[in-house]
């Protein structure tokens, strides 16, 4: 078994920066992330200033060489205080290492030690390294489906001009999350068992060039339903250019529907159907208020 997620790989320092050129780094690792000049990009002197007034610049580092960030502040929906995590940006080289799950256990860390509970963001819900990350290895429970979150993309982008997001929220001390941190996940006969017990909420079907494609969405009648989404929406950029405006609304009348019956996102998974690997996430009522389970 390798290190607990909280703890640093061999080579690698987790920590707040500090210096003006870590600031100035951590600029250019989101231009780098985003292939160029990124108008979306957090300054070096924002970091700063977030960093110095309740925000949390967290920087993974190899000896000087910052290999990834995470950028979070102080949000406030009128009732609760938690941190909201706008990004998270591992440098290509570096991605193989397990740093997007240790950077996030770290931040959650951190947010504990200001005494919150609570760490949500936004993240595509077609892309499914990050559904496998963010549901499926830290335990988050994404509750509302935001259309056209960021308006629309003037250039389009690989996946479309569409900004369609899932909201994350992560208990930070939730059992669930304990569990999936310390890395007790599901089996994949668990994950198939469940598959099979869930009504599915979107049929696909192979497109021409046999990649998978929606075919039907439904109304959710039960507590317990799948969504399914492409295994590599990459993939159907690629090579089913077309089906992305396609695949994006199909999802989007899938969750409203789950979400407007009161359900939420508790899990997700790569399950093999017929010897074809196909992505899924699983629905069902959020646990009573006071569960411990």
């Not at 690792?29 to 002197?45: C, E, I, K, T």
């Not at 994949?188 to 497109?207: H, S, V």
């Not at 994006?248 to 790569?270: E, N, P, Q, S, Y």
Request: glycine share 10%.
């Amino acid at each position: 078994m390798g290190a607990p997620p909280g703890a640093a790989p061999p080579g690698f320092r987790f920590r707040r920066l500090e210096k003006p050129e870590e600031f100035r780094q951590a600029e250019e690792l989101q231009r780098a992330h985003a292939g160029g000049d990124d108008p979306g990009a957090v300054g070096g002197r924002l970091l700063r200033a977030l960093q110095d007034h309740g925000g949390l610049v967290l920087g993974a580092f190899a000896d000087i060489y910052l290999a990834g960030c995470s950028i979070s502040t102080i949000g406030w929906d009128g009732s609760l205080l938690y941190h909201y995590s706008h990004l998270t940006v591992v440098r290509p080289e570096y991605r193989h290492h397990g740093l997007g799950l240790r950077l996030k256990a770290y931040q959650r860390d951190e947010v504990l030690r200001l005494g919150l509970p609570e760490i949500r963001w936004s993240f595509d819900p077609l892309v499914s390294g990050n559904a496998g990350l963010f549901v499926r290895r830290l335990g988050s429970a994404p509750d509302r489906y935001l259309p056209h979150y960021f308006g629309r993309d003037s250039d389009g982008g690989a996946l479309g001009a569409e900004t369609d997001r899932l909201r994350a929220r992560w208990a930070l001390t939730a059992p669930r999350v304990e569990e999936r941190l310390a890395g007790r996940l599901p089996s994949a006969a668990d994950d198939a068992r469940r598959l099979a017990a869930a009504e599915r909420l979107l049929e696909t079907e192979p497109g021409e060039s046999g990649l998978r494609l929606p075919s039907a969405v439904a109304e959710p009648t039960r507590d317990d339903a799948a969504i399914e989404i492409p295994f590599d929406v990459d993939l159907v950029a690629q090579h089913e250019a077309a089906a992305l405006r396609r695949w994006r609304h199909a999802v989007r009348d899938a969750f409203r529907g789950a979400f407007d019956r009161g359900l939420v996102v508790d899990d997700f998974a790569v399950v093999s159907v017929d010897h074809e690997r196909r992505s899924f996430y699983f629905l069902g009522r959020p646990p009573a208020a006071g569960a411990t389970g």
